[in-house]
């Protein structure tokens, strides 16, 4: 199947994800570290880069409609699955961030659950694509703000001495993770509300 280039970017993102997964659960050293953030990043831009190309070339297809967003989903997920198993364990005297963090995790995958279903449904049986609103992107945003508070805060607190004080309070993780959850939430109501219409139960 040929591709053009936005969706080419958006394959790419898909498949940095196991990557970076696998060489950040290979070590908790520095290098890990910092090559799985640099990683998140590179594929993170990607997600900005596909669609401005899609948009100013008019390369927009159902295709990259489709796979943008789930790309996004992937890309996220398991990042902050990553976070999950090896960052928390190691956090123990922060019970805020570990409580906020495990519950915005929930959230997102409820979320991304039941918004994936209605795209499902919605394009399955009405034939309408569900393409990314402003809000669903402003959200993906606070995610990627999240994972990347959450990594860069690990790196410089707990290798850099004058900083370790603030192992026990990270607060930038803290604060994206609050946003991040909020803007979850939000996104996730407003598309339930706006396609609920083409939920018929009696179909």
Same mark, same amino acid.
């Given at each position: 199947?040929?591709?053009?280039?936005?969706?080419?970017?958006?394959?790419?993102?898909?498949?940095?994800?196991?990557?970076?997964?696998?060489?950040?659960?290979?070590?908790?050293?520095?290098?890990?570290?910092?090559?799985?953030?640099?990683?998140?990043?590179?594929?993170?831009?990607?997600?900005?880069?596909?669609?401005?190309?899609?948009?100013?070339?008019?390369?927009?297809?159902?295709?990259?409609?489709?796979?943008?967003?789930?790309?996004?989903?992937?890309?996220?997920?398991?990042?902050?699955?990553?976070?999950?198993?090896?960052?928390?364990?190691?956090?123990? +005297?922060?019970?805020?961030?570990?409580?906020?963090?495990?519950?915005?995790?929930?959230?997102?995958?409820? +979320?991304?659950?039941?918004?994936?279903?209605?795209?499902?449904?919605?394009?399955?049986?009405?034939?309408?694509?569900?393409?990314?609103?402003?809000?669903?992107?402003?959200?993906?945003?606070?995610?990627?703000?999240?994972?990347?508070?959450?990594?860069?805060?690990?790196?410089?607190?707990?290798?850099?001495?004058?900083?370790?004080?603030?192992?026990?309070?990270?607060?930038?993780?803290?604060?994206?993770?609050?946003?991040?959850?909020?803007?979850?939430?939000?996104?996730?109501?407003?598309?339930?509300?706006?396609?609920?219409?083409?939920?018929?139960?009696?179909?």
């Amino acid at each position: 199947m040929k591709m053009n280039l936005p969706n080419k970017l958006t394959v790419l993102r898909l498949c940095m994800v196991p990557v970076f997964v696998v060489i950040m659960m290979l070590s908790d050293a520095v290098w890990a570290n910092t090559v799985g953030l640099l990683l998140f990043v590179i594929a993170s831009f990607t997600d900005m880069l596909d669609g401005k190309i899609a948009r100013k070339q008019g390369l927009v297809t159902d295709f990259g409609k489709f796979l943008d967003p789930l790309a996004d989903k992937f890309m996220v997920i398991g990042a902050m699955m990553v976070i999950l198993y090896k960052y928390i364990s190691d956090t123990p +005297r922060n019970e805020l961030f570990c409580t906020l963090f495990v519950w915005a995790v929930m959230l997102v995958i409820f +979320r991304e659950l039941a918004v994936t279903s209605i795209r499902l449904v919605v394009s399955g049986s009405k034939g309408i694509v569900v393409a990314a609103n402003m809000l669903g992107k402003i959200k993906t945003c606070t995610q990627i703000a999240c994972v990347v508070a959450c990594i860069g805060e690990r790196i410089f607190y707990w290798n850099i001495p004058t900083l370790s004080f603030l192992k026990d309070v990270l607060p930038l993780s803290i604060f994206t993770t609050a946003v991040m959850l909020i803007f979850t939430l939000w996104s996730g109501i407003n598309y339930i509300v706006s396609y609920w219409k083409y939920m018929d139960p009696q179909k």
